[in-house]
């Protein structure tokens, strides 16, 4: 009796599991569906919009200068379109990367221990001496929607539980449909796919 009973949960186990994948499945061809008929460039151009009207209508003043560069400490995606911007930019100002600095980097990402190195090895390999972006121009929307509140002191000393921050409200339904798209990933692994922009 005991081992009947065990038996038929079995069943009834991989029954439920089969149904959650097929109704999973059939969601995800959903979204996709949908992803696809969403003008992506207009996703895009409206998250900077929401991003600018964060900065201009903020009721506080936003912290973030240059030389804070504390968020330049964390994994960075990009799309395949703003990468191609920020190589264009690599070349056009003749910027040079540290090829170890970026391999030792992407190994850690892939290793899922990233956020575990020492806060100077997490560093953006964008990120100059002077703790200012060198691709400031043509950094990706995830360094841009981002905005401290708190005393600009919190962000060079690393003190998070002192720091207050927020992302630009509004601008994640675009960035959401616009990376989903384009299956942002990170800058790491862009850049070492293409190692000419690093001679
Ligand atoms: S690209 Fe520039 S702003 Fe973005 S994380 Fe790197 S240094 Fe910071």
């Known amino acids: ?32 569906s949908l992803f696809d008929k969403v003008d992506h460039s207009m996703a895009y151009q409206t998250a900077l919009l929401y ?19 504390f968020c330049c400490h964390q994994t960075v995606f990009v799309s395949p379109t703003e990468y191609e911007n920020i190589k264009d930019h690599l070349v056009a100002n003749d910027i040079k990367l540290d090829q170890a600095h970026l391999q030792a980097q992407r190994d850690d990402i892939s290793n899922g221990v990233y956020h575990k ?3 100077l090895d997490r560093r953006c390999v964008f990120l100059g001496d002077n703790s200012s972006c060198t691709i400031y121009e043509a950094r990706p929307i995830m360094c841009r929607r981002h905005h401290v509140y708190s005393e600009p002191e919190h962000c060079a000393s690393g003190s998070t539980s002192e720091m207050r921050f ?26 070492l796919a293409t190692p000419e922009v690093l001679k």
Do not use: W
């Open 1 to 32: 009796m005991k081992r009947g009973l065990t038996e038929q949960a079995k069943q009834l186990k991989a029954k439920a599991s089969h149904t959650v994948v097929e109704q999973f499945e059939k969601q995800y061809d959903h979204s996709m």
């Open 51 to 69: 991003i600018k009207e964060t900065e201009h209508n903020s009721s506080e003043p936003i912290s973030c200068r240059a030389g804070c560069g």
């Open 117 to 119: 190195l020492k806060v």
């Open 166 to 191: 927020d992302v630009s409200p509004r601008t994640e339904g675009h960035l959401s449909a616009y990376f989903a798209y384009y299956q942002a990933a990170p800058f790491q692994d862009y850049l």
